[in-house]
């Protein structure tokens, strides 16, 4: 097939977070199964300039309502992939992709990714690539889902061309005002209840639930909480009503990179057939973050965004309370200040407990993965998750609430009882998140076997991208032999 993937963000050349990883991982992997995939991004200022970066297209011209803008277009690569790169510097040339200095969304947001859908679909044209599949992510590429039933009507080679929107988190949806209808091309047949009208604005994410030929989100757990009230970011009824064409698929891991028998950032590689390095990988964690070397003691593990989301809110009463007892925090993670400044807080009153680096550190990350003992994500809601996926092959029990991707990657027993891989707790509170970190503890502390059997249970698990894709290969054949939308 040919798949035309939008992203706002890919590692490798522009991050903010976890869709970049996919935006990388997922097209490389449907490459290696033959399919010949583009991925197009805007031209940030920040993002990394690689040898092979050059023209493409020296004046693209995009119509938008009663304006034609013209852009240039850059290409590189992304190892085998090839990368276009949307270049119009009134939108694009800025720090941050999606906010400013204060950290506010950029006011134009709407018309910046609407005018980067419609440039995506008219460089299909231009370089004579017409896409099978055209696959947006999240609401940044909601309106191509939009734009390609216009493109369907106006160019004849778009008639077999079907979407497929990908939701990451349905927490973001892209609001931007009603005046911005006219140069989005947001007629009176979209802007509507079930279409992108939502009191009285535009909601970019609504709209694309109803444009989109296919669905997905990034987890089974996480497609089924959308359709809830409690799940659906107030747009439950709306992924309900599509939910014939709604399905979840499972991220996956880059074992290549998140291996501790080949981590480059550890100090000692160790594998399932060997541990003891595992041991020294605890030790140098330890000294690293100005901990006192106790083998014996559990050391619990954090890399976050520290954001709302990721359950601070209520998972740090629980922190606060579990240091009366013998273990160790390291935590590695930047984001809201309020939470911040709580953490910072309780290391100061808890040195010899509790060490936080306030940032984020690539190495660092990788070396809190394999030197702890457990690894806490108590999160508000988790689309997929991909750090407990790592915690899994590194050794490392994973502590979570079991939400979203969470419970579909960590048990905590069996079916018939048994050791399960981590441990789990369901409602988002301190109490729940505190009898969890406990029974890990507990389990650490004085039930040796089990605490063994999980870390081996856990270390055999796979979630490859190869099997991932296998999965979107389904759901874009689906697309492809479904009626238009």
């Not at 050349?13 to 033959?34: E, F, S």
């Not at 935590?331 to 509790?354: H, Q």
């Not at 099997?467 to 479904?482: F, G, I, M």
């Amino acid at each position: 097939m040919k798949i035309l993937f939008l992203s706002s963000e890919a590692t490798g050349l522009i991050k903010t977070g976890g869709l970049a990883d996919v935006a990388r991982a997922l097209p490389l992997a449907l490459c290696q199964k033959g399919h010949d995939v583009r991925i197009v991004l805007p031209n940030y200022l920040s993002i990394a300039r690689t040898q092979n970066y050059s023209p493409a297209i020296p004046s693209l011209g995009v119509s938008m309502g009663d304006s034609k803008l013209f852009c240039a277009v850059q290409q590189t690569r992304l190892e085998k992939l090839p990368v276009y790169l949307i270049e119009y510097h009134d939108f694009f040339l800025r720090n941050h992709p999606y906010e400013d200095v204060a950290g506010n969304p950029h006011p134009d947001n709407g018309e910046r990714f609407g005018f980067f859908c419609k440039a995506a679909l008219q460089l299909c044209l231009a370089e004579n690539f017409i896409p099978d599949i055209v696959h947006v992510n999240d609401w940044q590429g909601a309106l191509a889902c939009l734009y390609l039933h216009q493109y369907r009507t106006t160019y004849s080679e778009f008639a077999g061309t079907r979407s497929l929107m990908t939701i990451h988190n349905g927490g973001y949806q892209g609001h931007c005002s009603a005046s911005a209808r006219s140069f989005l091309e947001i007629g009176d047949d979209w802007f509507r209840a079930a279409g992108f009208e939502d009191h009285g604005q535009i909601n970019l994410l609504k709209g694309g639930l109803r444009a989109a030929d296919q669905l997905n989100a990034v987890s089974v757990g996480y497609a089924e909480e959308l359709r809830t009230p409690l799940g659906g970011h107030g747009l439950h009824e709306y992924y309900e009503a599509r939910k014939e064409a709604f399905s979840g698929i499972l991220n996956g891991c880059e074992y290549e990179v998140w291996n501790p028998s080949t981590d480059p950032f550890l100090t000692t590689s160790y594998d399932l057939g060997n541990l003891s390095g595992k041991i020294q990988c605890k030790s140098a964690l330890q000294a690293e973050m100005g901990l006192k070397e106790v083998p014996e003691v559990p050391l619990i593990g954090i890399v976050s965004r520290l954001t709302r989301q990721k359950g601070f809110d209520f998972s740090l009463p629980a922190i606060a309370k579990v240091l009366s007892k013998k273990v160790q925090f390291a935590i590695l993670g930047s984001g809201e200040r309020w939470i911040v400044e709580k953490i910072a807080r309780l290391s100061e009153m808890n040195p010899e407990k509790l060490q936080f680096h306030n940032g984020y550190n690539e190495a660092l990350a990788h070396r809190i993965e394999a030197g702890s003992d457990f690894f806490l994500m108590p999160s508000l809601y988790e689309p997929c998750g991909l750090n407990q996926m790592y915690s899994l092959r590194y050794g490392t029990l994973p502590i979570v609430r079991a939400v979203g991707g969470l419970r579909d990657t960590v048990w905590e027993r069996d079916v018939s009882g048994g050791d399960g891989t981590g441990f789990l707790f369901t409602e988002p509170n301190a109490d729940d998140t505190l009898a969890a970190i406990e029974r890990g503890i507990d389990c650490f502390t004085n039930d040796s076997a089990s605490f063994q059997n999980r870390i081996c249970l856990g270390m055999r698990q796979r979630f490859s991208w190869k099997n991932t894709a296998t999965q979107y290969e389904k759901v874009y054949s689906k697309a492809l032999k479904s009626p238009i939308n």
